[in-house]
């Protein structure tokens, strides 16, 4: 049985190069105003809760300030990203890998398994599946990264607030929803390069994202049945008097 399925592959690249992208054209939009605010309205830097750093150039597309562009390539990028994401979440749902590998029990929570996580990211625990931590991250990433950052994205997005005006209501404000977006953006960077650090510790775990990989606890071929006794070492019959 296969680690990933091909619709988990499939989904892990396409959704890659979307981020990356929404990411880098995120900065470019980004030094449009390069501040913070919650609630509704926010133009006064002294109102925000956060001034972010004007980004360079070489980390945004296009590599040099263009609002127009970069909202374009950032629109672009957000639809297979949307889509991919409903697609994975049925995916996951349809063939067990969300119960399977991704939900987690209050003992996964605890400082011992947590550690004993950390320590076992070598040799080959990459093919015993999920540890506690890895379930804890990816659930994050899934349950709460990833639909934070579509809702966010659609509830600033001048196109949506149209059709749905109720998701700003939702997210406390247009200020608070462009906040949330930012945030989730930064919380899903930082997750990917964890996932990249791992990933080149354990080049395996890049080769089963291509290959699909075998589950450790795979159906194992059966073992030889044992091989019978030798005549001189089986016990004599009743009344026999024993060899020697």
């Known amino acids: 049985m296969k680690k990933h399925v091909l619709s988990t592959r499939l989904w892990h690249w396409v959704n890659a190069a979307a981020i990356i992208v929404l990411f880098m054209t ?3 939009i980004s030094n449009a105003h390069r ?8 133009f ?4 925000a809760w956060l001034g972010v750093i004007k980004f360079p150039g070489w980390a945004t597309i296009p590599q040099h300030y263009n609002l127009a562009l970069a909202r374009d390539w950032h629109t672009t990028a957000a639809w297979p990203f949307g889509v991919g994401l409903l697609f994975i979440w049925v995916a996951m749902l349809v063939n067990g890998h969300f119960r399977r590998d991704l939900t987690t029990t209050p003992r996964d929570w605890t400082p011992g398994a947590v550690i004993s996580s950390i320590k076992a990211h070598s040799g080959d625990a990459a093919a015993q599946g999920y540890n506690p931590v890895q379930r804890i991250l990816y659930g994050m990433v899934f349950g709460v990264l990833l639909p934070l950052m579509l809702f966010t994205g659609l509830a600033i997005s001048p196109g949506f607030q149209a059709a749905a005006p109720w998701l700003l209501d939702v997210l ?4 608070s929803a462009r906040s949330l977006h930012f945030i ?8 990917f390069v964890i996932h990249i650090v791992l990933a080149l510790i354990d080049w395996r775990l890049i080769l089963e994202m291509f290959t699909g990989g075998r589950r450790a606890d795979a159906a194992a071929p059966p ?6 006794p030798e005549p001189d070492a089986m016990p004599p019959e009743d009344g026999a008097p024993a060899h020697g």
């Open 172 to 175: 406390g404000g247009r200020q």
């Open 35 to 42: 501040y913070l605010y919650w609630g509704d309205y926010g």
């Open 184 to 191: 989730a953006a930064w919380g899903i960077f930082g997750f």
């Open 223 to 228: 073992a030889p049945a044992p091989a019978p």
């Open 44 to 47: 006064d830097p002294k109102d």
């Open 26 to 28: 995120g900065l470019n």
